[in-house]
């Protein structure tokens, strides 16, 4: 099962990167190969062409004191560059994908997992820089410091 652990901010400039940073969260025995996003619309259509940035990434685990005496490990991807390019009301939905080497074609891929973020807005003026909660704040540093993810600071 994949979470959204940090969503999108609320509102956020068309062109501009999103900040927080999309990060999402597993448990280290789910059986995917990489996670991969993709905008949708209010009508619930897959935007292409319209969110740029790293699309799909690798998720790992997260090495530090905190999460080692937890008992189980999370494993983390962040999407530390999202851009869309146009304005209106968006989620992303996010797939957790294996590959199967085994399918006729050669390598297909198999979805394992589904979820969606909040509902944000996208205005083709400046909006304020959002500030993550104090529990997103708290994963970001994590991320950032134990974690070695390319977790960005608030664009300010």
Do not use: C, H
């Amino acid at each position: 099962m994949v979470t959204v652990k940090v969503q999108p901010p609320a509102q956020a400039q068309a062109g501009a990167v999103l900040y927080p940073p999309l990060v999402i969260s597993s448990d280290s025995g789910d059986a995917y190969d990489f996670v991969q996003v993709a905008l949708v619309d209010s009508y619930d259509r897959i935007l292409e062409d319209q969110l740029y940035g790293t699309l799909s990434t690798s998720g790992k685990t997260l090495s530090d004191r905190s999460s080692s005496r937890s008992g189980g490990s999370t494993v983390y991807s962040v999407f530390p560059d999202l851009v869309v390019s146009y304005a209106g009301t968006y989620t992303i939905r996010v797939n957790a994908l294996r590959m199967d080497y085994n399918s006729i074609d050669g390598a297909g891929v198999i979805l394992t997992a589904s979820t969606s973020t909040a509902q944000f807005t996208v205005y083709d003026q400046s909006v304020a820089t959002e500030v993550p909660s104090p529990d997103e704040q708290t994963l970001l540093r994590r991320l950032r410091r134990n974690g070695g993810f390319n977790v960005p600071r608030s664009p300010q």
